[in-house]
C-alpha cells in the first residue's frame, strides 16, 4: 500500500504540471500572436498604396459575404463558387536586382562643334597642397609649383634655430641677407652673410653677394645634409680693406716671369685687368685618398685654375699638373678638419665641384701651416674665380655702410632740426646761443660723454659697495656671450670674421668671478681677462692690473672701443648671435 501510494502522488504532481504548462503555452501563444500582428501593421503602412488596396478589396469581399448570409434562409446553404480572390503576401518579394552600367563623362560637352560648360559649377577644394603631392609643399621645401614666381627656403641661426623665408626665384644672397635682418630685427643691415653648411664633410662657406640662392640649392645632393646658415662676417672683404699688406710679394709673381716680383696692391689691381696674368705660389699639404695621408706639395695658381708640381723640390712650370677647374668649383672652409680628416694642422679648406656633392673622392682638401696661410688661399681664389664681380660687391657694401638704406645721405637729419641751434647753460645769467661750429661739436662731446657716465652710475649705483659681478647691465648687449667656453669663442670669431677688432665678452671658466674679452687680431684670437678690484671700499673692472677702473663692463667695452688702451688693436666689430 505504501508503494501504491507513492506512485499516485507522484501522478498527480505530474498532472499538476502539464496543466501549468498548459496554461503558459495558452498566454504566450496569444502574445506572440499580437507581436506578429503590430509587426505586420508596421509593414502594411510601410508598402505605400499597394497595401491599400489589398485592404480595401479584403474589406469588400466580407461585406459582399455578409449580404448573402442576410439574404439566404436559415436552412439554405450558401455556394460561393470557385474564389477569385489571391492573397499576396504582407512581405513582397525584392524585385530582381538592376546591376549599373558604365557612363562615360566627359568635362565638356560638344553640340555642334562648340563646347559648353557644365551647368553646376565644380566645388573648389580647399587643400590643394595635399592632393598634389609632387608639387606638394610639405613634401618639397623648396616650390610648391613650377609655375610659382616664389620659393621657400630654410635658414638656420648660431643657436639652431630657424626660419622658414619665402624669396623670389631670381633673389641673391645678398637680398636674402636684408630679408632675415628685417624679419630678425636685427640693429645692423651689413655685415651679414649667408653660408653654405655641410654638417657631415665638416665644409662651411660664405656665399657672394650676387649667388642666386635657389641655384646654389639645386645643386645639393639629397644624399648629403645641407642647409643655409645666417651668421656675421667681417673679414668678407678684407682684401679690399688691406690691399697693400694683404699678400706678400715671396707668394706673389707674374706668371710670365716668375723671377718677377709685385706688390699687393699691384697684383690685385692687375688681376681685376685681362692683360696681365699674375699667380700664387707656395707650399701646401695634399691629403691622398688615405685618411692618413697627406703630402707637400708646391702649388701655383693661375687665370685657368689650380695647378700642382709633380717633383716637390723643383718650382719649375714645366712639372705643373692640373688639379681644379676654379670655375666649377668653390672654396670651402673646413671644421674640425684634424678630426675629420686626419689633418696635420687645424687650418684647413677644400675645392670642392659643385656637382657631385657627396663623394669625398672628388674633394680637394688642402692644408694650411698657419691661419694667415690658409685666409691667403681662399681669398685668392675668390679673387681669380669672380674678378671685378667681388669688387664690385665691395663697392655696394661701402655705398650702403655710408648711407642707410632708404635714406639720402645729403639729408641725414630730419628737417625739424634745422631750426635748433646750440646752446649753452653753464653760466648764470641763462642761457646763451653757441655760434661757433667748433665750439658747439665740443659742447656736443662733451654732453655725450657726460651723459654715459651718469647713466653707468645710475645702474651701478645700488651695487657699488658690493660685489661688482651683482651687475647686469651687461647681459643685455649682443657682444656679452654669457659662459662661453674658449674653444667655442674661437670658432665663432673664426665664423664671423678674422678682422681686427673683432671681439665678444664672456664668462671664465679658470677663474671665479671673472669675465674674458676675445679679441682678434692679424689674424689671431687674443683672450684678456677682466678681474674685480677693490679701490676705496668700493668695486671695479680692470684688464690691466688696476691702472684703468671701470665701474661695469659697458664702461669697459665703450672706453676701448675709443683708446686703444693696453689691447693690440680698439674694439671695432661685437661678435652677435641672433635669434630667427
Known amino acids: 500500500m505504501t508503494l501504491l501510494g507513492a506512485v499516485d502522488a507522484a501522478w498527480e504532481h505530474n498532472s499538476r504540471c502539464l496543466q501549468r504548462l498548459d496554461k503558459t503555452l495558452k498566454k504566450i501563444f496569444p502574445m506572440l500572436h499580437r507581436k506578429r500582428s503590430v509587426e505586420v501593421g508596421a509593414q502594411v503602412e510601410h508598402r505605400g498604396t499597394q497595401a491599400n488596396r489589398m485592404e480595401l478589396a479584403h474589406t469588400s469581399r466580407k461585406a459582399f459575404e455578409g449580404?448573402?448570409?442576410?439574404?439566404?434562409?436559415?436552412?439554405?446553404?450558401?455556394?460561393?463558387?470557385?474564389?477569385?480572390?489571391?492573397?499576396?503576401?504582407?512581405?513582397?518579394?525584392?524585385?530582381?536586382?538592376?546591376?549599373?552600367?558604365?557612363?562615360?563623362?566627359?568635362?565638356?560637352?560638344?553640340?555642334?562643334g562648340e563646347?559648353?560648360?557644365?551647368?553646376?559649377?565644380?566645388?573648389?577644394?580647399?587643400?590643394?597642397?595635399?592632393?598634389?603631392?609632387?608639387?606638394?609643399?610639405?613634401?618639397?621645401?623648396?616650390?610648391?609649383?613650377?609655375?610659382?614666381?616664389?620659393?621657400?627656403?630654410k635658414v638656420y641661426a648660431e643657436d639652431n634655430s630657424s626660419r622658414s623665408v619665402l624669396v623670389s626665384r631670381q633673389a641673391t644672397a645678398r637680398e636674402v641677407c636684408h630679408l632675415l635682418v628685417q624679419s630678425a630685427h636685427c640693429s645692423d643691415q651689413e655685415n651679414w652673410?649667408?653660408?653654405?653648411?655641410?654638417?657631415?664633410?665638416?665644409?662651411?662657406?660664405?656665399?657672394?653677394?650676387?649667388?642666386?640662392?635657389?641655384?646654389?640649392?639645386?645643386?645639393?645632393?639629397?644624399?648629403?645634409?645641407?642647409?643655409?646658415?645666417?651668421?656675421?662676417?667681417?673679414?668678407?672683404?678684407?682684401?679690399f680693406n688691406k690691399q697693400t699688406c694683404f699678400f706678400p710679394e715671396a707668394m706673389v709673381s707674374d706668371s710670365t716671369d716668375t723671377m718677377k716680383r709685385m706688390t699687393s696692391q699691384e697684383f690685385i689691381q692687375k688681376l681685376m685687368t685681362s692683360e696681365t696674368s699674375p699667380q700664387i705660389q707656395g707650399f701646401l699639404y695634399l691629403k691622398g685618398y688615405s685618411k692618413k695621408f697627406w703630402k707637400k706639395v708646391y702649388f701655383t695658381l693661375r687665370r685657368s685654375g689650380l695647378y700642382r708640381s709633380t717633383k716637390v723640390s723643383k718650382k719649375d712650370p714645366r712639372h705643373l699638373q692640373y688639379t681644379a677647374d676654379l670655375d666649377v668649383s668653390n672654396v670651402y672652409k673646413v671644421v674640425d678638419g684634424c678630426k675629420l680628416y686626419g689633418a696635420p694642422t687645424d687650418f684647413n679648406f677644400c675645392i670642392k665641384p659643385n656637382r657631385n656633392q657627396g663623394l669625398v673622392k672628388n674633394l680637394k682638401i688642402l692644408c694650411a701651416e698657419t691661419e694667415q696661410i690658409r685666409t691667403l688661399w681662399m681669398s685668392a681664389i675668390r679673387l681669380f674665380k669672380y674678378k671685378k664681380q667681388l669688387q664690385s660687391n665691395f663697392q655696394l657694401s661701402k655705398l650702403a655702410l655710408r648711407s642707410p638704406e632708404g635714406s639720402n645721405p645729403t639729408d641725414s637729419k630730419p628737417n625739424s632740426e634745422d631750426s635748433l641751434v646750440a646752446m649753452d647753460f653753464s653760466g648764470k645769467a641763462g642761457g646763451r646761443v653757441i655760434e661757433n661750429p667748433t665750439e658747439a661739436q665740443s659742447a656736443e662731446q662733451e654732453e655725450g660723454q657726460a651723459w654715459r657716465k651718469r647713466e653707468a652710475l645710475r645702474c651701478c649705483q645700488s651695487n657699488m659697495n658690493s660685489e661688482p659681478w651683482t651687475s647686469s647691465v651687461h647681459k643685455t648687449h649682443p657682444w656679452?656671450?654669457?659662459?662661453?667656453?674658449?674653444?667655442?669663442?674661437?670658432?665663432?670669431?673664426?665664423?664671423?670674421?678674422?678682422?681686427?677688432?673683432?671681439?665678444?665678452?664672456?664668462?671664465?671658466?679658470?677663474?671665479?668671478?671673472?669675465?674674458?674679452?676675445?679679441?682678434?687680431?692679424?689674424?689671431?684670437?687674443?683672450?684678456?681677462?677682466?678681474?674685480?678690484?677693490?679701490?676705496?671700499?668700493?668695486?671695479?673692472?680692470?684688464?690691466?692690473?688696476?691702472?684703468?677702473?671701470?665701474?661695469?663692463?659697458?664702461?669697459?667695452?665703450?672706453?676701448?672701443?675709443?683708446?686703444?688702451?693696453?689691447?693690440?688693436?680698439?674694439?671695432?666689430?661685437?661678435?652677435?648671435?641672433?635669434?630667427?
Not at 590643394?128 to 621645401?141: K, M, R, V, W
Not at 650676387?210 to 668678407?236: C, D, G
Not at 670658432?491 to 676675445?518: P, T, Y
Open 193 to 239: 652673410a649667408l653660408l653654405e653648411h655641410f654638417p657631415t664633410l665638416g665644409l662651411e662657406r660664405c656665399l657672394e653677394d650676387h649667388e642666386i640662392v635657389l641655384e646654389v640649392q639645386a645643386t645639393w645632393s639629397p644624399k648629403v645634409k645641407t642647409r643655409f646658415m645666417f651668421s656675421k662676417n667681417y673679414a668678407k672683404y678684407e682684401v
Open 480 to 580: 656679452f656671450h654669457g659662459g662661453l667656453s674658449r674653444k667655442e669663442a674661437e670658432r665663432l670669431i673664426e665664423k664671423q670674421g678674422l678682422a681686427d677688432g673683432v671681439f665678444l665678452v664672456r664668462r671664465s671658466h679658470l677663474h671665479e668671478n671673472c669675465f674674458v674679452l676675445s679679441l682678434c687680431y692679424e689674424l689671431k684670437v687674443k683672450h684678456c681677462i677682466v678681474v674685480p678690484v677693490q679701490r676705496n671700499g668700493k668695486m671695479y673692472y680692470s684688464i690691466d692690473d688696476g691702472v684703468t677702473l671701470f665701474i661695469d663692463l659697458l664702461q669697459l667695452v665703450e672706453f676701448y672701443q675709443i683708446n686703444k688702451g693696453t689691447l693690440p688693436v680698439c674694439l671695432k666689430c661685437p661678435c652677435i648671435c641672433v635669434a630667427l
Open 67 to 112: 449580404s448573402l448570409m442576410k439574404n439566404s434562409s436559415p436552412g439554405q446553404e450558401v455556394s460561393l463558387g470557385i474564389s477569385t480572390l489571391t492573397l499576396t503576401p504582407l512581405i513582397p518579394e525584392s524585385p530582381p536586382v538592376r546591376r549599373s552600367q558604365p557612363i562615360s563623362i566627359t568635362s565638356n560637352r560638344s553640340k555642334g
Open 115 to 153: 563646347f559648353l560648360s557644365p551647368s553646376v559649377s565644380p566645388i573648389p577644394n580647399p587643400f590643394p597642397e595635399l592632393c598634389s603631392l609632387p608639387h606638394s609643399s610639405l613634401l618639397n621645401s623648396s616650390l610648391p609649383s613650377e609655375s610659382s614666381d616664389k620659393c621657400l627656403i
